[in-house]
Each structure stands twice: as structure tokens, then as C-alpha cells.
């Protein structure tokens, strides 16, 4: 198992930037990809950015040109950078882990931080 802690939202005017960080522990060793979601008030969460273990990223395509994934593995560290913020990216941010429980068969699991507030101030 693993266990995933957010940090790094907060308030900040609209062009501004920030950075977040999701922190695994546990069976990290298992982790086959990282990653970023959010949720708006009233809306369904949804896939902003992912990270595999071979370090290849993909992003929705409302974000890429702002958002930035990347990751420290000596620090099982995966960072979320965001700029030139606007108020429609106000949510919150969640990391989630795709965790390989076997290979044989293939089969994941996924787990889920607390998750950290991002609000954009126009």
C-alpha cells in the first residue's frame, strides 16, 4: 500500500503561480504512475496531468500549456507546477497513485491523498 500526502495550495490572485507537492510513503517501489486531479464546486473530478515510472507525462489538453508535472524520486516526490493561474483552475487538487498489486495477472490499485485547496482570486 501506499499512502500520499498533498501540500502547497492556497490563495493567490489571478497570474500568479504554484507549486504542489504530493509526498508517497509506504510500497512506493509499486507505484506504476502518479497522478494529478481536480474538483471545482459542483463538478466531477477530473484528470489534470500524470506522471508513469518511466517519467513520460501526458495533460489534459485545458491545462498543458500552464501546468507542469515532474517528479523527485529520491524524495517520492511528484510536483505539480501551475502558472499563469485563473480563477476557473480554483479546486481541489488530489493526487492519486496507480499501484501495482500483481503482474500476473496485471491488476492496480489506486489511492488517493486529502487532497489540497488551490483558489484563484480574480
Request: aromatic share 10%.
Amino acid at each position: 500500500q501506499v499512502q500520499l500526502v498533498e501540500s502547497g495550495g492556497g490563495l493567490v490572485q489571478a497570474g500568479g503561480s504554484l507549486r504542489l507537492s504530493c509526498v508517497a510513503s509506504g510500497s512506493t517501489s509499486n507505484i506504476n504512475a502518479i497522478g494529478w486531479y481536480r474538483q471545482a464546486p459542483g463538478k466531477q473530478r477530473e484528470l489534470v496531468a500524470t506522471i508513469n515510472s518511466g517519467g513520460s507525462t501526458n495533460y489534459a489538453d485545458s491545462v498543458k500549456d500552464r501546468f507542469t508535472i515532474s517528479r523527485d524520486n529520491a524524495k517520492n516526490t511528484v510536483y505539480l507546477q501551475i502558472d499563469s493561474l485563473k480563477p476557473e483552475d480554483t479546486a481541489v487538487y488530489y493526487c492519486n497513485a496507480e499501484w501495482v498489486v500483481s503482474t500476473v495477472p496485471f491488476e492496480l490499485s489506486h489511492y488517493w491523498g486529502q487532497g489540497t485547496q488551490v483558489t484563484v482570486s480574480s
